[in-house]
């Protein structure tokens, strides 16, 4: 049985004192001139980036799609990351974004590649088909979700702020229906769900931590998309993944950007536990 979402949060936090997860979203006509030229370069871009900023990072977010649209010869090295980082950062918790939104025996299937054959520990998933859509990820003990809820893209408004008075699950709206529906599997599934929820929005965050005190939030759109880092982590709290990508590794196209990636976790860190020490203050 893997560990939970949510033991693996609290052990590396203790570690670091850091809410720091680092995406690791190579797009390939934005690496450095280098290693457009390797068989392997987007796994030889991302190590030096795991490497240069593992010592500050809660979680390492690996986007498989700038893989994917490589094919096989991609994936494969998806998965030398995730084994790379398994070796290296054994402590580190490995978030796959993949998003992934099916039903069940297809669902069990996502669940075998990440989970069984990769180990990593926690899934993004789509939530639009309800609970049947979820629920496939966590009956194996094998692994951990995090439910996109409130997204950071301009358009998330289209659906996630829809409202619906009739149906008892979802009072208020959509995304408030989602964030409600996963503390709810949480329960039945303890420290293994959490939420997604916008970096972007810090007072949607504010006010869906209100409501969901226990959820983990994984939160995107710090850095490159604009949000503001104290906003973030005084909204969210502890129970957080504040994610950056492009923000520390697309800073230089030249030699040095595994240099600056570095530089820009250890500043990240450093601003962090200034908000980390008011948190828990607070507890």
Same mark, same amino acid.
């Given at each position: 049985?893997?560990?939970?979402?949510?033991?693996?949060?609290?052990?590396?936090?203790?570690?670091?004192?850091?809410?720091?997860?680092?995406?690791?979203d190579p797009?390939?006509?934005k690496l450095?001139?280098?290693?457009?030229?390797?068989?392997?370069g987007l796994f030889q871009f991302c190590k030096e980036i795991v490497h240069a900023t593992g010592e500050h990072a809660l979680a390492f977010k690996p986007n498989i799609a700038f893989f994917e649209?490589?094919?096989?010869?991609?994936?494969?090295?998806?998965?030398?990351?995730?084994e790379l980082i398994h070796k290296d950062f054994p402590d580190v918790?490995?978030?796959?974004?993949?998003?992934?939104?099916?039903?069940?025996?297809?669902?069990?299937?996502?669940? =075998?590649? *990440?989970?069984? $054959?990769?180990?990593v520990d926690v899934l993004t998933v789509?939530?639009?088909?309800?609970r049947d859509t979820i629920l496939p990820y966590l009956e194996k003990e094998k692994g951990s979700v995090f439910i996109l809820c409130f997204t950071s893209n301009p358009s998330a408004v289209e659906f996630q702020k829809w409202q619906d008075s009739n149906q008892s699950?979802?009072?208020?709206?959509?995304?408030?229906?989602?964030?409600?529906?996963?503390?709810?599997?949480?329960?039945?599934?303890?420290?293994?769900?959490?939420?997604?929820?916008?970096?972007?929005r810090a007072y949607e965050i504010e006010t869906i931590r209100k409501e969901q005190k226990d959820l983990l939030f994984l939160i995107p759109g710090f850095g490159a998309q604009g949000g503001d880092?104290?906003?973030?982590?005084?909204?969210?709290?502890? =129970?957080? *993944?504040?994610? $950056?990508?492009?923000?520390?590794?697309?800073i230089s196209m030249g030699s040095d950007f595994a240099m600056k990636a570095k530089k820009k976790s250890e500043e990240i860190h450093k601003e962090m536990k200034n908000y980390i020490k008011v948190l828990m203050s607070n507890y």
């Open positions: 049985m893997m560990e939970s979402l949510e033991v693996r949060h609290q052990k590396r936090f203790a570690q670091v004192q850091s809410l720091l997860s680092v995406g690791l797009e390939w006509e450095p001139p280098a290693f457009q030229k390797m068989e392997d649209r490589f094919g096989s010869k991609g994936l494969k090295q998806f998965e030398d990351l995730i918790v490995i978030i796959a974004d993949a998003k992934r939104g099916d039903l069940a025996n297809t669902a069990k299937e996502y669940a =075998k590649y *990440f989970f069984d $054959s990769l180990a789509n939530p639009y088909m309800g699950l979802n009072p208020g709206y959509l995304h408030q229906g989602v964030a409600k529906l996963s503390a709810f599997i949480n329960k039945e599934f303890p420290g293994r769900v959490g939420i997604v929820t916008g970096g972007t880092l104290r906003q973030i982590c005084m909204a969210a709290g502890l =129970k957080s *993944f504040v994610n $950056s990508s492009r923000g520390i590794h697309s």
